[in-house]
């Protein structure tokens, strides 16, 4: 399983983007980087995929590295909506303890 | 989001008791998934089915017990469960390949073991 790390926390300001970073350096060639998230008191969420390329949907952004071994999502217009715990999960969703991202009005 | 339904949403149960988990998807998927999330730990995977067929069992002690009668439909039979089960468990589907395509989840049933 690839090891990931993210940063335990981070905040933002409303209407400000965000970039919320993941390292996954033992990430294998074949492995989706999946990122997901989880509002207070709800199962987690799907928000963005991808494998090699960069990748946009409604939601957000995610900006691949090019050797792989990290990843970004950005969201571009935080709102307190997206106030919840981001998981970077690369392989076969093995969820670590991601980042919970505080949006501040 | 309605896709995915659990219930009971709460459970307390002795353990000496018997109960069961559902889980409901009505979206069409093909794989459903049981996950735990204790406090203060990370989300684990414990189950995967692929058309009704257990594809993926993560060491999970067996007093946990889980069934897929068909592809809509998810059990997570519990019998003399310890305190240290207590937690949230999350049924989740996804249509294509398991793990690899998108997963959508259920609000959960919150367990206490007494």
């Known amino acids: 399983d690839a090891k990931t790390t993210q940063p335990n926390s981070m905040e933002s300001n409303e209407e400000e983007p965000v970039h919320l970073p993941c390292n996954h350096s033992?990430?294998?060639?074949?492995?989706?980087i999946h990122w997901y998230r989880q509002l207070p008191s709800q199962g987690p969420e799907y928000v963005i995929h991808?494998?090699?390329s960069n990748v946009n949907n409604r939601m957000a952004s995610l900006a691949i590295a090019e050797d792989r071994k990290s990843s970004t999502l950005i969201l571009h217009r935080a709102t307190l909506r997206d106030a919840a715990v981001y998981y970077c999960?690369?392989?076969?969703?093995?969820f670590g303890a991601g980042t919970r991202l505080t949006v501040k009005p | 989001e309605t896709g995915v339904t659990q219930t009971p949403r709460h459970l307390v149960m002795g353990m000496t008791n018997k109960k069961s988990l559902k889980c409901e998807q009505h979206?069409?998927?093909?794989?459903m998934y049981w996950y735990k999330q204790s406090a203060k730990k990370p989300l684990e995977l414990m189950f995967v089915?692929?058309?009704?067929?257990?594809?993926e069992n993560n060491s999970v002690p067996s007093r946990f017990s889980p069934e897929c009668p068909n592809s809509s439909h998810l059990f997570l039979h519990l019998h003399t469960l310890q305190p240290e089960d207590s937690a949230l468990y999350l049924c989740?589907?996804?249509?294509?390949?398991?793990?690899?395509?998108?997963?959508?989840f259920g609000p959960g049933t919150r367990l206490t073991v007494t």
């Open positions: 989740a589907s996804s249509q294509g390949t398991p793990l690899v395509d998108e997963q959508y």
């Open positions: 033992t990430i294998s060639g074949t492995d989706y």
């Open positions: 991808g494998l090699t």
């Open positions: 999960i690369p392989g076969d969703m093995r």
């Open positions: 979206l069409g998927h093909n794989a």
């Open positions: 089915y692929n058309f009704k067929e257990q594809t």
